[in-house]
């Protein structure tokens, strides 16, 4: 096992050319470009037998890409922020022609105002598209994440496409300390994608994104909806056997101190790091304070988060993304799934750090239960 | 339950809608005129017309385009009863 | 002529009665055959032959959406080119709008990009499959829902977006224009087009028996009238040398081709005269 140093972007692409993707159509935006960059040196220098499309969009990037899973063989692409809002159509026609995508995307704020830093605006606005979620909190998890969501997409249980999510600039321009796999083993975790639901062979024609009326269109929306609750099992699975092959165990949550804690926040993400050492500090206080990790975003991992959850008195949700008129988008869901005293806070937004002394207040404030949906950081009018 | 993304595996299927049933006029052939052009079998826009030029009433729309592109005036249309 | 009898494109399929554009595509994948993947956007053709759990196509066929197929068919083509299956024909059919207006872009980015695919465009000149609304390859003068004729008036106030040309400026080796009035010469373009090392664009005129107002038998008279009025001609520019592949005998005033239609029915003497000296101006262009 080798150890280097690199950032999750590098991560993300040190796993793609493990994972062998036959067709990589990528166009560039901040803070995704260095995946694109190099993927394209590694086809340039021969490490990566793939065909890369230097698309002229991300509309077209994700047609090209679907096309291509259509057709039949393993593909890879990644964006980041106003690139995955342009794709948004052909994401909801990616997971309806069950393409087994794996795309990561660097998490960015969404315009207006126009905003180059981090937030997870972009990929919660796509979350009823119908694709897995997986949010990473390192580079080391980056790369590991992207092995495995090739296998949980392709699995034929599930056929959903998976978007890996790693935070702009925190994550994808940071470096860190990475045990990089082994090809081979990764060869034995990962068998090579063969399709049987979709591809276009002269030999055995198929007619692929059909036109479905009233009398079918339920149905396949319902398969898809089947299909994400497969998911559920099929992550943890395939994280299992990861962590026995690989040694990193990983699952659709990951709680840290929640035995006993009174307050537990929940979160997605880098800001995980900054929590984990937020807890550890408050605990040393006395106070009973836990951290709930999502990982899978979507689906939704609701009985496994209320299992952890359900000694907890309260619960502060730590949201990195608004949906405007109620709260924030995993705030919403929790509130929805538990039946714990939950409060949502607004935090980090457009790149604004996330210190632990915010962190402290969301505990202060779930604390006093003064309001529902709090801001943090927020600079009043002078 | 449909096929997973709704993908199809029987090419040709539509042949299972008989369209023939839109039909108000019926084009009938004169084989003693044809001269073999072939322009019906090319212009017919269900391709329905085969290699002796036998039309294929399943599916012909009646839509004409065979009648009016016939250089001898060898198919005529008859209104179905 | 000789051509294949055999059908790919299945009857059964709900287009209209006197639908021009299954007849275009039946004589596309007769020059192409059977080794062919297709690629649609979404349109007419697309939801005439795939209501699901039906399909007319005997060859492989993908459908994404309106305003990227040529983007999918660049994917599809490197897939098939990562599988070895370079031998395999890669055809595109867009509509007018999901070629000339929406999918502009993406046509564009493909073509620039050099993959080895047929993009055709089956051009009714307007947006059919929602029920004729005018598209930017509207001719000058035609009636339709979103540009109609009224009393302040007459129609489209614009002239037809010249696709080929703007496709030959790609620099694209293959550009062709079409008719399926004239099949011969249609599927020979189509053979060169599928012959050609990296990407062919094929505009193809194709009358629409509900949008423009015909009756159904009438579709081919249709195409004939366009082309032997010089309203459309028909030509092919390989490698950047121009040719025209028809030229009408003595040329027909374009009122006979207009008046056969009812989106031109409302255009007054004025209008037609306009439209003519539109005519002999574009024909004067090519050498028609």
């Given at each position: 096992m080798t150890k280097q140093v690199m950032t999750s972007n590098k991560a993300v692409t040190e796993a793609v050319k493990l994972a062998k993707p036959q067709v990589v159509p990528v166009y560039p935006i901040t803070p995704q470009t260095t995946i694109s960059e190099y993927l394209a040196q590694y086809v340039a220098d021969g490490d990566l037998d793939a065909e890369y499309i230097r698309v002229e969009s991300e509309h077209s990037t994700i047609s090209a890409t679907l096309g291509a899973s259509e057709a039949g063989v393993r593909v890879f692409t990644a964006t980041s922020s106003q690139g995955l809002m342009l794709m948004h159509e052909i994401l909801f026609a990616a997971a309806g022609m069950r393409a087994p995508i794996v795309m990561a995307d660097a998490n960015r704020a969404i315009s207006a105002p126009l905003n180059i830093w981090n937030d997870q605006q972009d990929s919660i606005a796509q979350r009823d598209a119908g694709w897995i979620h997986l949010y990473v909190e390192n580079a080391q998890e980056a790369h590991d994440t992207i092995i495995q969501a090739y296998k949980i997409a392709e699995n034929k249980d599930v056929l959903l496409p998976v978007m890996v999510c790693l935070d702009g600039f925190i994550l994808t321009h940071t470096v860190e300390p990475v045990e990089l796999l082994e090809a081979e083993a990764v060869d034995e975790f990962l068998p090579a994608y063969e399709p049987t639901h979709a591809f276009l062979d002269p030999a055995k024609p198929m007619s692929l994104g059909t036109l479905a009326d009233p009398e079918y269109y339920t149905e396949a929306r319902y398969a898809m909806q089947v299909a994400m609750d497969n998911s559920k099992s099929v992550i943890k699975e395939v994280g299992a056997e990861f962590g026995e092959k690989f040694g990193r165990k990983y699952d659709l949550v990951e709680p840290y101190k929640c035995d006993d804690a009174e307050i537990i926040l929940v979160a997605m993400g880098s800001m995980c790091s900054t929590i984990r050492v937020v807890v550890d500090e408050l605990r040393e206080q006395g106070e009973k304070v836990g951290l709930l990790k999502i990982?899978?975003?979507?689906?939704?991992?609701y009985e496994e988060i209320n299992e952890i959850v359900k000694n907890a008195d309260k619960l502060a949700v730590l949201d990195k993304n608004v949906t405007f008129g109620i709260g924030g988008a995993l705030f919403t869901d929790i509130c929805a799934k538990c039946d714990n005293d939950t409060y949502g806070f607004i935090l980090?937004?457009?790149?604004r750090d996330i210190i632990p002394d915010y962190i402290k207040e969301c505990v202060e404030l779930t604390k006093s239960g003064e309001k529902k949906v709090n801001w943090i950081g927020l600079k009043e009018d002078e | 339950m449909v096929s997973i993304g709704c993908g199809i595996s029987e090419p040709g299927s539509t042949r299972n809608n008989k369209t023939g049933s839109w039909r108000t006029f019926k084009p009938v052939l004169d084989k003693e005129k044809?001269?073999?052009?072939?322009n019906c079998i090319l212009f017919c826009p269900d391709g329905c017309i085969g290699k002796e030029h036998e039309i294929d009433y399943d599916y012909c729309k009646g839509c004409g385009i065979c009648k009016v592109e016939c250089p001898v005036k060898a198919i005529e249309m008859i209104r179905e009863e | 002529m000789d051509f294949s009898q055999e059908e790919l494109l299945a009857p059964g399929h709900r287009g209209c009665a006197g639908c021009g554009a299954s007849i275009g595509v039946r004589l596309a994948l007769k020059a192409l055959g059977r080794n062919t993947v297709a690629i649609s956007a979404t349109g007419c053709l697309e939801v005439m032959t795939t209501p699901y759990p039906e399909t007319a196509w005997e060859i492989p066929w993908v459908h994404v959406a309106f305003e990227n197929a040529a983007a999918v068919a660049s994917g599809v083509e490197r897939a098939l080119k990562a599988q070895g299956k370079e031998d395999v024909n890669i055809v595109a059919f867009g509509g007018d709008g999901g070629t000339t207006d929406i999918g502009m872009q993406a046509l564009s980015g493909a073509m620039e990009r050099g993959h080895n695919l047929t993009y055709v465009c089956y051009d009714n000149?307007?947006?059919?499959?929602?029920?004729?609304q005018r598209s930017s390859s509207t001719p000058f003068g035609a009636s339709t829902t979103t540009s109609p004729a009224g009393k302040q008036s007459f129609g489209e106030d614009r002239p037809k977006k010249n696709m080929a040309f703007i496709m030959a400026a790609h620099g694209v080796p293959y550009v062709a224009t079409a008719s399926i009035a004239y099949p011969e010469d249609f599927m020979k373009k189509v053979k060169k087009a599928a012959e050609t090392d990296g990407p062919a664009y094929i505009h193809l005129n194709q009358p629409c028996t509900t949008g423009w107002g015909f009756k159904p038998e009438n579709t081919i008279q249709l195409g004939r009238l366009a082309v032997e009025s010089g309203a459309w001609g028909l030509f092919e520019i390989e490698n950047g040398e121009f040719k025209v592949t028809y030229r009408p005998q003595n040329r027909k005033p374009v009122k006979e081709y207009l008046s056969a239609q009812k989106r031109f029915r409302h255009l007054t003497d004025v209008e037609i005269d306009q439209i003519q000296e539109f005519v002999d101006a574009q024909c004067e262009e090519l050498g028609i």
């Open positions: 990982r899978a975003y979507r689906p939704f991992p980090g937004l457009g790149g | 044809c001269v073999d052009c072939d | 000149e307007a947006y059919m499959n929602t029920g004729i």
